[in-house]
Nanobody, 120 residues
Framework: QVQLVESGGGLVQAGGSLRLSCAAS?????MGWFRQAPGKERGFVAA????????FYADSVKGRFTISRDNAKNTVYLQMNSLKPEDTAVYYC????????????????WGQGTQVTVSS
């Protein structure tokens, strides 16, 4: 059972930046970030494979968010720049011991989530 702990959420003004971190209790193959706004389903944000050489992003965050990982620390990051009010959501880290994936149902392990609020 992989334990995932997110951190780095908070309140920021539109146009600002935040960096989320997700620490895993053990090495996982592929990791992703998802988000869920009030009244909406949890949706894909970004994903990265084990080596860090393959990444995928939702169209809504391309060019603004960057996913990366430090395997020595079992940690994945989400750098979020040029934040918009519509980025407000609870952000979840997820892991799966397989290839990179984009769907929530393809991930086996989830963190507890961290709130990101972007004010206008």
């Amino acid at each position: 059972q992989v334990q995932l702990v997110e951190s780095g959420g908070g309140l920021v003004q539109a146009g600002g930046s935040l960096r989320l971190s997700c620490a895993a209790s053990e090495r996982s193959y592929a990791m992703g970030w998802f988000r869920q706004a009030p009244g909406k389903e949890r949706g894909f944000v970004a994903a990265i494979n084990w080596g860090g050489g393959r990444t995928f992003y939702a169209d809504s965050v391309k060019g603004r968010f960057t996913i990366s990982r430090d395997n020595a620390k079992n940690t994945v990051y989400l750098q979020m720049n040029s934040l918009k009010p519509e980025d407000t959501a609870v952000y979840y880290c997820a892991a799966r011991p397989y290839n990179i994936a984009l769907l929530t149902r393809e991930y086996d392990y989830w963190g507890q989530g961290t709130q990101v609020t972007v004010s206008s």
